[in-house]
């Protein structure tokens, strides 16, 4: 009762699921984002195409059995987006199995005119994405048609995702043809995959940013999650060999060989233009 009083109670969902309380909201979300429109060269050539895998599950299971409403988070994903559609990137959204883009909607910047434009752009693309599973069939040949794979944070990113073997195949096949992998917050956990049938963790030894899990066992007090996370993913990463540059949510950006990665929301931003600046540079 007196959390509901004071606005630290998750809210229910029609589906028995839980978004963050108002409280949390407030503190972690924001109706415009801190987004810089950049006026970069624009990219001519080939390789104009970014991978960009998103997950469609939605539903996490917390240690107490209450399931987080999660997915993507849109200003980890549109930010970058936005950045590298304005460097002259195009891109193949997919998710695993060609179901639609889940975001976490409750995150969104309602009042952000260009995030707002870019996402009803590629709106029906989010409805009716690619199947990974069909593009590693078909694409992974394809490969001077690509710069990059991007796999945006949000919590949803751990879910399945770490799991799937198309997932690792990507990943190996962008690392083995020397294209650049951007994620960000809890993106990362996608990095898992290149462990999968019998793989070596393909990032040992990798310095990356990541949203650390000191501050998800913390926001549980203030209703962002309505329990503890099922497991802890800076703490796995760093177990396989991964130096860690931040401690905090904040706006730490890393780049490391290809790999290039962010700490959390408020590192989109800085994510974006590094990301564009990296592929443009190293495609002159």
Request: proline share 6%; glycine share 8%.
């Amino acid at each position: 009762m007196l959390k509901k009083l004071f606005g630290l109670a998750p809210k229910r969902e029609s589906d028995g699921s839980y978004s963050p309380s108002k409280l949390a909201l407030k503190l972690a979300t924001s109706d415009k984002t801190d987004y810089e429109s950049v006026t970069y060269r624009q990219y001519e050539g080939n390789r104009s195409k970014v991978l960009v895998i998103f997950t469609e599950q939605k539903n996490m299971e917390m240690q107490n059995g209450k399931q987080f409403s999660t997915g993507n988070h849109p200003v980890e994903a549109l930010l970058p987006m936005l950045h590298l559609k304005n460097a002259g990137f195009d891109f193949d959204i997919v998710t695993p199995t060609g179901k639609p883009v889940i975001f976490e909607m409750w995150a969104f910047p309602n009042k952000d005119d260009k995030v707002i434009a870019f996402f009803n752009e590629y709106k029906s693309r989010f409805e009716q994405p690619g199947s990974l599973g069909d593009f590693v069939n078909t694409s992974l040949s394809e490969s001077d048609a690509y710069a990059a794979v991007f796999i945006p944070g949000g919590h949803g990113a751990m879910l399945g995702i770490p799991e799937d073997i198309n997932v690792g195949k990507a990943l190996h096949w962008a690392n083995d043809n020397g294209l650049f992998t951007i994620t960000l917050c809890h993106g990362p956990g996608a990095l898992l995959a290149t462990s999968l049938e019998g793989n070596e963790f393909l990032y040992a030894g990798y310095k990356m940013a990541v949203f650390p899990d000191s501050v998800d066992d913390v926001t549980p007090k203030v209703g962002y999650l309505p329990g503890k996370m099922p497991w802890g993913l800076s703490k796995k990463l760093e177990s396989l060999g991964v130096t860690l540059m931040n401690t905090k949510s904040d706006k730490t950006v890393c780049l490391d060989r290809q790999l290039i990665t962010g700490a959390s929301p408020m590192a989109a931003d800085a994510l974006g233009k590094l990301a564009a600046n990296a592929l443009l540079d190293s495609l002159k």
